[in-house]
C-alpha cells in the first residue's frame, strides 16, 4: 500500500469517527427526557441562611418551611426544606435542587442529631436506620410550636443567621436581610 492511499484511509476513517461522534452528541441532546413541571408548582425565589448553636454551625440539620397561610386550590404541597453544609448555611430547595421557596410566610423546623456518622463510623453518611437523638429543643422541631418564623418576599432573601441557643431570646421574626 502506498503512502498517500494509506494516510487517505486514515483521515477518512478520522472524519467518520468525528462525524458519527457529532450525530452521537445531537442526538443525545435532542428528545430526551425533559422533567415535566410539577401539578400546582408555584413560583419559586432563593432563599439562603445560616444556622449554629452556641456559635459554632451545625453541618447535616434538616430544615423544613411549613407555609402559616392557606395554599391557593390545587397547588402542590412539596415543602421547602434544606440540608445545612459544613459550616451551616443552606440554600432552600422546593421542586428542585437548591430552587428557593415560594412566596409566604412560614413556620420553620429544624431537626438535627449531630454530624452524620455512617455504618464504619465515617463522618458524613448516616443510614436510613438512624436512631440517634434528637439534640434540637422540641421548640424548633415542631411547625405549630417553632420559634422561627420566616417571610419570603419577592427577589433575594438572605435569612438572617440563627443561633438555636439564643434565638427568641431578642426576636419572634426573620425576614431577608
Known sequence: MSGHFRSSLIGRRVV???????CLSFAA???????????????????????????????????????TEPLPKGTSSIRPHATTEEDGSFRVSTYGSQDGAPLGKYSVTVSWKGPAVGPAGEVGVAGDDDDRPEKVAPAFRNPRMSRIRVEVTEGENALTPWDLATYGQQQTSNTPN
Request: positive net charge; hydrophobic residues 45%.
Open 29 to 67: 441532546s435532542c428528545g430526551g427526557p425533559k422533567l415535566k413541571p410539577i401539578k400546582g408548582q408555584l413560583a419559586v425565589v432563593p432563599v439562603t441562611g445560616k444556622l449554629m448553636m452556641n456559635g459554632e454551625p451545625l453541618a447535616d440539620a434538616q430544615i423544613c418551611f411549613y407555609t
Open 16 to 22: 467518520v469517527i468525528a462525524v458519527g461522534l457529532c
